[in-house]
């Protein structure tokens, strides 16, 4: 008997030892982390004091262009700290930015959205290879992951680009995204006369 209880108590100690820590992963806007929906609340569940957060937060990222979206990893501790790990904007927003477009295609498949060189695919490697989950990857597997990143959004990569020509198809592309958001608004307004 008195062999179990010991065993017992051996056991409660390693329970104790084992802590249950909280992770966070989202993506905030940098210099701009609110103590408003979304990011409030999910601070609050995890008992994170917000305004220290939030003004911990802006302050890493008072650098940077307000408005990048910053993949943003919080390990919360048990006595309420936390740990704030901020990555590198995601990989199609470095592709969108160097493609001069503000949004992917549609339909990925079918539709270009925007150009970039293999040059501009190296540079944004360069810059996603100080991730901490990509540290330890080659470059090489890094832009392969970007360009299949670049397809989803549409993004062809080729050798050389004309500026003047790439002016003219980004034009082009203007008239094309206006006439895919009025088909847009259209279904939804049709959907709702629908469901009214």
Known sequence: MSKSVARLKSMKKVADKVTHNSKLRTNIPAGMAA??????????????????????????????????????????????????????????YFLKQAAGISRGAMEPVRE??????YKHLYEIAKIKSKDPPLEWKPLKEICVML????????IEIVKDLDPKEYGEFLQERKKVIEEQKKQLQEK???????TA
């Open 35 to 92: 103590a408003g929906p979304p990011l409030g609340p999910m601070l609050g569940q995890r008992n994170i004091n917000i305004a220290a957060f939030c003004k911990d937060f802006n302050e890493r990222t008072a650098t940077m262009k307000p408005g990048i979206p910053l993949p943003t990893r919080v390990k919360v501790n048990s006595d309420r700290s936390y740990e704030l790990i901020i990555h590198q904007p995601p990989a199609s």
């Open 112 to 117: 270009t959205s925007g150009k970039i060189t």
């Open 147 to 154: 360009i299949a990143t670049a397809r989803t959004c549409g």
């Open 188 to 194: 939804r307004e049709a959907k709702m006369l629908r």
